[in-house]
């Protein structure tokens, strides 16, 4: 049939501003989850990631959430910057899965305002 | 340390040609997979490759195959493309397990 692109969901923020992308996940079992960015043309850059024994790291500028509860990861960008303009898909590694296999959601895009 | 490189960047094919995408990892890393991205399936797993062995594979036809070398290079194969192959195909290598993928350029295959 015919291919529909997803529809992302988007985010708009001033230059400044603190941006919260949010993910759900699907998978009780996985145990590490990675956030990437992903600028047009290019391929998904690594920023932060998590092991699910763990509910908070930081890094510089952003900070990510893990909610095993409800199967929720958030990404906290502070003083968003138009470099930070791009999408954003967190990814999850599940435990009963041999290897490097990794699931990613659909994304977010965040557009930032100067 | 360089990054993850993928050949060619770009490929334009005719339908029913086949095609193979090289990638080189990281140096030092053992694990490489392959993605494909479209606009309407998003980031969806091909293969993955440790230590010459097809550890994880997704839900793919039989017309894509890969296989990795003993350096740690992988190359991934399409037989007969199809015009929904038309894609960015990309790779990612890591150390292990739990460990972080990093991402190559892609290689965006057209299939026209």
């Known amino acids: 049939g015919e291919s529909v692109g997803l529809h992302l969901p988007t985010l708009s923020v001033q230059e400044g501003d603190n941006s919260i992308i949010n993910c759900a996940y699907s998978?009780?079992?996985?145990?590490?989850f990675i956030w990437y960015k992903q600028e047009s043309g290019k391929g998904p850059q690594f920023i932060i990631d998590?092991?699910?024994?763990?509910d908070k790291r930081q890094g510089q500028r952003v900070t990510v959430l893990l909610n095993k509860t409800v199967k929720h990861l958030s990404l906290q960008i502070a003083a968003t910057q138009p470099g930070d303009s791009a999408v954003y898909f967190c990814?999850?590694?599940?435990?009963?899965?041999?290897?490097?296999?990794?699931?990613f959601g659909q994304g977010t895009e965040l557009s930032v305002k100067p | 340390k360089a990054g993850v490189t993928q050949t060619p960047r770009y490929l334009i094919k005719t339908r029913g040609q086949q095609v193979t995408l090289s990638c080189s990892p990281i140096?030092?890393?053992?694990?490489v997979s392959w993605y494909q991205q479209t606009p309407g399936q998003g980031l969806q797993f091909l293969f993955e490759?440790?230590?010459?062995?097809?550890?994880n594979k997704g839900n793919f036809p039989g017309r894509f195959s890969g296989r990795q070398f003993s350096n740690s290079r992988s190359e991934m194969n399409v037989s007969t493309l199809e015009l929904g192959d038309s894609a960015l195909y990309l790779c990612?290598?890591?150390?292990?397990?739990?460990?972080?993928?990093?991402f190559g350029q892609g290689t965006r295959l057209t299939v026209v």
């Open positions: 990612a290598s890591s150390f292990g397990e739990n460990t972080e993928a990093f």
């Open positions: 140096s030092g890393h053992r694990s």
């Open positions: 490759y440790f230590s010459e062995t097809q550890r």
């Open positions: 998978n009780s079992a996985s145990d590490y």
């Open positions: 998590i092991r699910s024994n763990m």
């Open positions: 990814a999850e590694r599940p435990l009963d899965n041999q290897g490097g296999k990794l699931i």
